[in-house]
């Protein structure tokens, strides 16, 4: 099967709930495990490379979980599969730039993804909407207790799941939570989140990944130790900061609407203005400014608009969709057109910002009645 | 310094989980990493690429010369950060000890170990294919090292981990 027919079409990826999904977009858990007596796949021949995947493939589809998965070897998927899946934060750029003797199985519902010789043997991961860490963990722990029961996998009884790079020594575990934050970014406050955050030991990044931007005001937060503690301490520690960040934000939220109305409203417009009448727009410029229409749905200015349509458009308007959707190769700027196209078109059914009663003053005030 | 090319001229020093880290480097290296920004980095992001480089070069330049597994080298650890099979990590373990420190928590594994039956998966801290008391003398030992070297903040996570343990196996296990 396609992997476009295999994937659920965008509109209802965008549907999906969870706790906390007005900050929390998703919560994911990612396991490393390896092969014992087996080279690491970038040490690994080519033939060595096959040879592992081809028992891993055969493992991983056994499983009960992957029953009407999507499995298939790195190099039969295009580029342009490979973006989506990238776009949809199903596998890592890392693994995207992978082609023969590396593979990937995705589960029938995509909540769990295995992508086979990555850095590792195994790069497992469980994909949750919402704040479900403890649950994401739950799912990858239980899909990787059946692999190690058809697998030996190499440990260590002092150093744990052993890894390619030693930063992943130990239980091999990062767990993330995206957030979004754009009123801890309006009120200023984000750079002394981040900086607290980095003193707890936790990594913040952008919305690909490692080394990337924060792009729509975005933030993936993580765990970088993972020798010495257990999962669930890991687990716990980072549920309790992302509690912790998600009450700053609102906080940040409602400190300003309280404070700088006029600021909030201004940015929200903004954002509705271009994003409802440009002609060209670039995929970061998109992202940032339906970011701020997320904002503006969360605070009730757009009623009657639902969150999804935001969410849907953030996935549609990403450059690898907004391809999939022509069969002729379009350029940079052929895709800035077409992707404000498809903006003005969603945004005609929704109304300009409604200001809540009490912040604006009625243009036809009496004089001081 | 880190580049090792030119004069360093940015010196940071961050506490991380109770420790002193410093690290100097030139201005292009800060730039690069966004150091010149005090605002928005991370020490720890930079010891596990760019300031790792110092922890890799030593742990490269001591232990045997290859994995007696895969051939892989030392300059070859030096050049990805990457190890080439499970066994580099005995092969390397002298000059690995240092950068495992600097890079976790702790340098005994207390987590999730094969073996386990499945569907535990909710229990506090188990210890599959280990019987708890195993795992508990592990945790006791590292609780010893650690106020050993006086690392206390360690000392109650581990103490903390214990009790948890302690609670969870239903008191069945003394120590």
Known sequence: MHLLEFLRPAQEAAKQSGPQDKIVLSSRVRLARNLSGSPFPGWAKKPERIRACEAIRAAVAELPEMQGAFAESMDALSGLDKQILVERHLVSREHAAKSTGSGLVLSKDESLCVMINEEDHLRMQSLKPGLQLHEAWQAIDTLDTRLENRLTYAFSAELGYLTACPTNVGTGMRVSAMLHLPGLVLAEQINQVVQAVNKLGLAVRGLYGEGTEALGNIFQISNQMTLGETETVIVERLSKVVAQIIEHEENARGTLLEKKPKVVFNHIGRAYGILANAHSISSKEAMNLLSLLRTGLDLGLFPGTVRSLVDELTILTQPAHLQARYSEKLSAEERDIRRADMMREALRTVNRPVIPPGTAEPLDKPPSA | ?175
Not at chain 2, 43 to 68: H, K, R, V
Not at chain 2, 100 to 122: D, F
Request: hydrophobic share 35%; charged share 25%.
């Open chain 2, 1 to 175: 310094m880190v580049c090792k090319q030119q004069e360093a001229t940015v010196h940071l020093t961050q506490v991380v989980e109770g420790k002193i880290k410093k690290l100097d480097l030139c201005e292009a290296c800060s730039k690069a990493k966004g150091v010149d920004d005090p605002t928005g980095f991370s020490l720890a992001d930079l010891l596990m690429g760019l300031g790792a480089s110092q922890e890799i070069a030593q742990a490269a330049s001591s232990g045997g010369t290859s994995c007696p597994t895969c051939g892989f080298t030392q300059a070859d650890f030096k050049k990805s950060g990457r190890l080439g099979c499970p066994d580099c990590y005995r092969a390397f373990s002298d000059g690995l000890e240092a950068l495992l420190k600097t890079m976790h928590k702790g340098h005994q594994h207390v987590g999730k170990a094969p073996g386990s039956p499945a569907g535990q998966t909710q229990s506090q801290s188990r210890t599959p294919g280990r019987p708890p008391e195993d795992r508990l003398q592990a945790l006791q030992r590292s609780l010893e090292e650690a106020i050993k070297v006086e690392n206390y903040e360690e000392a109650a996570r581990i103490r903390d981990e214990i009790k948890a343990m302690k609670v969870a196996t239903g008191g069945a296990v003394t120590a």
